[in-house]
């Protein structure tokens, strides 16, 4: 590892200020930047501690929404009534990610800028990543690209997001709040992770120095009905080969409203508002689950290890969809 | 002290001058680094030719350890750490620095849970928390649950249920069942209560118990008996 200085926080302006030195980056909970830098894929100059600038608040919106802060625990986070109450979707999938130590120290922040456990990315023993050195080619491509992705990949970068909590809060339309050299923003969560093109080392929409600090979610609609389910090659403690969040909105036999996204398939959270639309006025049935999952994996492009994760994607959607509509965690 | 990391800081640095002063442990103090940094900088600022000592001094800079005092509690008692390098993860500030060998090194990644120790009452991996993130927080090891001879109640179910064979996890295992006796007191979920749809108070079923120890890998596989310590240690709490 190399050497770094160390900086503790105390007002996000002086974060930000910090962050502006060349090779200094942000540190939450630790669990995936550490251990990049222990492998020496990671190594920045300076890090600056962000745990100690009170972004630790859950609250609730007077738009009916809620208020995460951006170090709030995952563990805290899944476990928070207002969050298991009103959003268990969020819950469920953040209770499917990491271990019970892993989630008692990463952040809300630190999950959005979780990066690829493309084996090629984490190993520099692979001179060609485009993530790592731009420019440099993707050992991914003609590699064991069993757990690549299958929807919006290029030529540069096949690698996919790992964040279970970030595929829900995809289909629960999340915003995420910045603040920067430049002052405040707020970016749709779709907007936030961005797909590689030919810059696959741009992760986030993010400009330099922003801090983020906080997401926030609309009111729910899926309180009733939604599922996150993690398909994986272990029970537990594993990243996802496919998984799905699901929500619907149903109302008189109906589904008044639907959110969907999946993860492990792409360089992003995977919403698709296609499937969304075709599953709004339709009557939650197989039928309606297939055609949603067909659309959810239009476009879908395997590797040459990973075709089986286009109906395995498929079948999850249908899954996540059947079981969320059947309320089963009411 | 096999791993990178200690073997990186065994290795004695090479000063290019008088002007550092190794301490005991081989590491650049902190007023060199300044020094060198510097140095560097006023020659960038007036824009002098480099000259041979300010290129000493720039690889000084890109690889000489930042160091940091600091003060970690651990087991209710103060230790000050003089000039600790920043790299110091709290595992081997504990493992080399403060001799307390109770928690282990497995792989150094957060995948194995052998170095789990408890930060304000909560399981977390030692290898992945810095030492200097944890200045502050009242850090309790393996070695901190026993009150003196009197073994903890997850002490004594480990014992009593043979949960281990070599014991290189179990450290680890106590601390990480340890909390998640008192996470599954305050009704915190895990995904298997989706599952059963328990999601208010989840009983702490067998299955509820391999999920919520899935942060501990146990080389030996001695996962049964490992479910009944705990089951037992759990069961002995709410009672």
Known sequence: MNPFSYERATAPGAAIRSASTHGAKFLGGGTNLVDLMR????????????????????????????????????????????????????SQALLNG?????????????????????????????????????GSGCAAIKGFNRIHAILGASDQCIATNPSDMSVALAALEATVHVEGPSGKRAIAFQDFHLLPGDTPHIETSLKPGELITAVELPA???????????????????????SVAAGLELDGGKIKSAGLALGGVAHKPWRSLEAEKSLTGAAPNAEAFRKA?????????????????????????????????????? | MSSPLCTELEEPLTPSS????????????????????????AAAATGLPRLAHAEDAQAAAATAPHTIDLTLKVNGKPYSLAALDTR?????????????????????????????????????????????????AEITTIEGLAHGDTLSPMQEAFLEHDAFQCGYCTPGQICSATALVEEHKRHDLSTVSFVTGQTSTPELTENEIRERMSGNICRCAAYPNIVAAVRAAAKGARA
């Not at chain 1, 120290?105 to 190993?123: E, H, I, K, S, V």
């Open chain 2, 18 to 41: 008088d002007q550092t002063t190794p301490h005991a442990e081989g590491e650049i103090s902190r007023r060199t680094f300044v020094k060198a940094a510097g140095l560097l900088s």
């Open chain 1, 39 to 90: 492998y020496g894929v990671e190594n920045p100059t300076a890090l600056i501690d962000v745990n100690h600038l009170h972004f630790d608040e859950i609250t609730r919106l007077p738009n009916g929404g809620v208020r995460i802060g951006a170090s709030v625990r995952n563990s805290d986070l899944a476990n928070h009534q207002i969050i298991r109450t009103r959003y268990p979707l969020l």
């Open chain 1, 220 to 242: 729910p609609k899926y309180a009733k009905n939604s599922w996150y389910l993690k398909v994986r090659d272990r029970q537990s403690y594993a990243f996802a080969l496919v």
């Open chain 1, 98 to 134: 990491a271990s019970a130590q892993l989630r008692n120290m990463a952040t809300t922040a630190g999950n959005l800028m979780q990066r690829t456990r493309c084996y090629y990315f984490m190993d520099t023993a692979f001179p060609a990543c485009n993530k790592r050195e731009p």
């Open chain 2, 88 to 136: 110091t993860s709290l595992l081997d500030a504990l493992r080399e620095h403060l001799d307390l060998t109770g928690s282990k090194k497995g792989c150094d990644h957060g995948q194995c849970g052998a170095c789990t120790v408890l930060v304000d009452g909560r399981r977390v991996n030692g290898c992945l928390t810095l030492a200097v993130v944890a200045q502050g």
């Open chain 1, 293 to 330: 999952a067909d659309l959810a994996l239009a476009g879908a492009k395997p590797q040459k290890d990973n075709a089986f994760k286009i109906e395995l994607a498929k079948q999850s959607v249908v899954h996540a969809l059947t079981l969320a509509a059947k309320g089963a965690q009411a």
